[in-house]
């Protein structure tokens, strides 16, 4: 198959339900920001054992390794609106109830560790079923325009409004960032309920159809289609490089550098600047030169910011970098997500982005163990360099789908 070329640019337009769905996201994603940053700190104030403390973050993805793909096929059987304000109803309850625990003192790293592992295991169908989604809502030539609005209004919305806020909630309560979170699921169900859209057609299933066939045939055809494949492939490489930047990011800058928090703080800043520039860029980039060719131009130019991030030792190198990765980052996810829905059957989208996504995402706990190794061995600077070597690879495994 051919990489995608040059298209039509249109724009999303707001009504006829994507304006809805824009909104649904981004509230969501401003509350599950408020949530991020609020659990650590509640957990550090249960216990001091930094393994479980840690346990809480990874509960949070653990799930999407036993259950993403059962997710994904899923949200191919059902009405994919339906299900994702169901979804949210519920996870609005779960976190309701949350709330009221932590507000009347019954909090515990045990029930932390449940509510983490729940809400996740919800996401992987609601997550599934809203890629699915999108396409009933926008023509094709405007996939990467509504692709790119979603994901930059939900970076605003975690980056630049949930956190800063958190400190002054938690001075009015402790439970007011949950209560917040449980609000804003109830708004996104509400606001995707309204969608009046007619449930997609689907072919009828086999006589005696497993989810485990269903889930198979996804797989297949991931495989099969040679640009996803490699687009796979790619991700799958580029998350093990990020698993292990993010992790030692904060060693990086504080000991390699000699920064303290303010640095790292700037640094962190600065990639999600760079997201939103990327997200305002990105869909426009992508229509010009093609889905494949800006994946692999954000690429290239991640592994110049990798090189440098690991080499130049000074102060203002990670910013600078991070900024411009950042922006890379929101090209290739756009150019990406766009892809995947371009080239899927719509009756399989749900089955192929849960296991384009499983896939990808099982290298990320992969590249924090290497990455902690490489830099207990050899160095505060290597990840970023061995990062950087994992993105060459990556962009070297597309260089086959450029014609």
Not at 30 to 54: H, K, V
Not at 105 to 110: D, L, N, Q, R, V
Not at 134 to 144: H, N, T
Not at 244 to 268: C, E, F, K, N
Request: positive net charge; contains cysteine; hydrophobic residues 55%.
């Amino acid at each position: 198959m051919t990489a995608v070329g040059t298209v039509e640019v249109r724009a999303p337009a707001w009504r006829g339900g994507f304006g809805r769905l824009w909104s649904a996201a981004v509230v969501s994603r401003f509350g599950d920001a408020l949530r991020t940053a609020a659990l650590p700190l509640l957990a550090a104030s249960l216990t001091d054992d930094p393994l479980l403390i840690a346990s809480v973050t990874a509960c949070g993805y653990l799930p999407w390794l036993l259950f993403g793909l059962v997710g994904g096929a899923i949200a191919d059987r059902v009405d994919q609106r339906r299900a994702m304000w169901g979804v949210d109803l519920v996870r609005g309850a779960l976190m309701a109830g949350f709330a009221v625990a932590v507000g009347l003192g019954h909090a515990s790293i045990a029930l932390l560790l449940a509510l983490a592992f729940l809400l996740t295991t919800l996401q992987t169908l609601f997550d599934n079923a809203a890629t699915a989604l999108l396409p009933s809502l926008v023509p094709q030539p405007a996939l990467a325009g509504a692709n790119a609005r979603l994901m930059t209004g939900q970076q605003i919305a975690s980056g630049f409004l949930a956190a800063p806020l958190v400190p002054g909630l938690l001075l009015v309560g402790v439970a007011v960032p949950h209560a917040a979170n449980a609000l804003t699921y109830g708004v996104a169900a509400l606001l995707i309920a309204s969608l009046r859209i007619a449930a997609p057609e689907r072919p009828a299933r086999k006589s005696g159809s497993t989810l485990r066939a269903e889930i198979a045939a996804g797989i297949r055809f991931l495989v099969a289609d040679r640009t996803l494949r490699g687009l796979c492939l790619a991700t799958t490489l580029c998350n093990v490089a990020m698993g292990g930047l993010i992790a030692t990011l904060v060693l990086h800058v504080t000991g390699w550098l000699g920064g303290g928090d303010r640095a790292y703080a700037l640094t962190l800043t600065a990639f999600g600047a760079g997201s939103v520039v990327g997200g305002l860029l990105a869909g426009r980039l992508t229509e010009r030169i093609g889905r494949v060719r800006a994946i692999f131009l954000a690429g290239a130019l991640q592994i110049c910011c990798l090189v440098a991030l690991g080499s130049v030792r000074e102060i203002w190198v990670p910013a600078l970098c991070l900024g411009v990765f950042g922006t890379m980052n929101m090209v290739w996810n756009v150019s990406q997500t766009t892809l995947m829905q371009e080239r899927s059957p719509r009756e399989m989208l749900g089955r192929i982005s849960s296991a384009f996504r499983t896939l990808s995402l099982a290298g990320a706990p992969l590249g924090a163990l290497l990455a902690g190794a490489a830099a207990a061995g050899w160095g505060l600077n290597t990840p970023a360099l061995l990062a950087a070597g994992l993105f060459v690879l990556a962009v070297a495994s597309l260089g086959t789908l450029i014609n």
